[in-house]
């Protein structure tokens, strides 16, 4: 694995100088003493593009250490995730869990503090903000490795007044100064997070190029005069469905699909666009493999699953220039950054056109991720820096 998979900046404080510079020393090495080390999983959110990361890395690290997952379920959870997942994996479900702040929390908080005392875990990794808050507070930071990935902050939702915003960011640098390290899933997301906290790096997410569901990869049919346009996710203020409208009216011989539901779907009003609903992940890998061009016009992202497993699939992908994004997408070589309905307009008609080799960006799309965004990148980054932290103790 290389070093420069990942990169960490670690303020300097009571941990000391080789607690920070370890992480770049032998990191290929492979202690076999450390084979069954556990590793705890919370993850509040499990659905969506959570779920896929965080499936696949369970799955990937399960033969090296002894993995459990602490979970509560979405409606965008696969009703047989317990299928999915390796058997090896001890799996538990969280009961009192559910997207809003609630007496709930309080339940979970005691949830967690038994569960750790229980499992006794050597890491414990945090996945979602509600996890990371909840379990900061509840864990003994001096006595267990604690890890967080919060696959997009809470405080950059901009469907929530400025004032919530606000409280977001400081309950994220008091959680954050309980102790534990950022692990964020892309270069975009770590930038953000350095205004939280200095103990942070970044792994990026990866996808699984040989998963028994993914279609076989198909290139786009742009030298008709309609195109398939698709996006995929829950529809709701953050992937900002409004704009999706908007361009769909305004191209009208064009067929858009949105692949999943959610609270939003009212918004979706124009003729010439159709909704899946939720479907299993099957289905909607087939939808965006039968796609011409995928489109992702989010507010913010961690860095979201959908754009990689598009980009594998050949699809032409269009996307918001945002943190999580656009460092994914090379504008003009493997996609285009789009930032308004005339750029879309500018897109659709140079693809048209002929001015953009659509051929070679699809090509391009497919060969970013399996050079950057794969599983098996991700996993080897994750276990390089679990035995890290097993050979470094606190």
């Given amino acids: 694995m290389r070093v420069s998979s990942c990169m960490m900046c670690i303020k300097i404080n009571g941990m000391g100088f080789f607690r920070i510079t370890q992480y770049f020393l032998n990191i290929d090495g492979r202690d076999h003493n450390l084979e069954k080390a556990k590793v705890l999983h919370i993850v509040e959110a499990f659905g969506g593009g959570v779920y896929t990361m965080v499936s696949s890395l369970l799955c990937r690290t399960c033969d090296e250490f002894d993995t459990y997952l602490l979970c509560s379920l979405r409606p965008q959870t696969p009703p047989n995730y317990r299928e999915q997942l390796d058997s090896r994996i001890h799996i538990m479900e969280m009961q009192h869990a559910g997207r809003k702040i609630g007496w709930g929390d309080l339940l979970n908080f005691v949830e967690i503090r038994r569960i750790v005392k229980k499992i006794n875990p050597d890491i414990i990794h945090l996945h979602s903000a509600k996890s990371g808050f909840i379990g900061r507070w509840a864990i003994n930071m001096t006595k267990y490795q604690v890890l967080y990935t919060p696959h997009g902050y809470p405080f950059l939702k901009l469907d929530d007044p400025v004032l919530r915003r606000k409280i977001y960011y400081y309950l994220e640098k008091a959680a954050a100064k309980k102790g534990g390290f950022t692990i964020c899933c892309s270069k975009g997301e770590w930038e953000i997070s350095r205004k939280v906290t200095l103990n942070s790096m970044y792994i990026n997410n990866g996808i699984e190029l040989q998963q028994k569901n993914f279609p076989e990869p198909r290139f786009p049919n742009l030298d008709s005069d309609s195109f398939k346009i698709a996006t995929m996710g829950r529809i709701c203020v953050q992937k900002q469905p409004h704009r999706f409208q908007q361009i769909a009216v305004r191209h009208p011989g064009h067929h858009f699909l949105w692949i999943g539901d959610g609270e939003l779907r009212e918004e979706l009003q124009s003729d010439n666009i159709e909704i899946t609903g939720w479907t299993d992940q099957n289905d909607a890998l087939k939808y965006l493999n039968e796609s011409d061009i995928f489109v992702l016009l989010s507010a913010w992202e961690g860095l979201p699953i959908a754009l990689l497993e598009a980009m594998y699939l050949k699809k032409i992908c269009i996307v918001a220039p945002i943190p999580g994004m656009r460092e994914v997408i090379c504008d003009g070589e493997d996609g285009f950054l789009c930032d308004s309905a005339e750029r879309f307009a500018e897109i659709l008609q140079g693809i048209q056109s002929g ?40």
């Avoid at 659509?358 to 799309?365: D, L, M, T």
């Avoid at 060969?367 to 606190?394: D, P």
């Fill in 355 to 394: 001015k953009y080799d659509w051929r070679k960006i699809a090509r391009n799309a497919q060969e970013t991720v399996k050079r950057r965004f794969t599983a098996e990148q991700m996993a080897n980054s994750y276990k390089a820096l679990y035995r890290k932290l097993l050979h470094g103790g606190k």
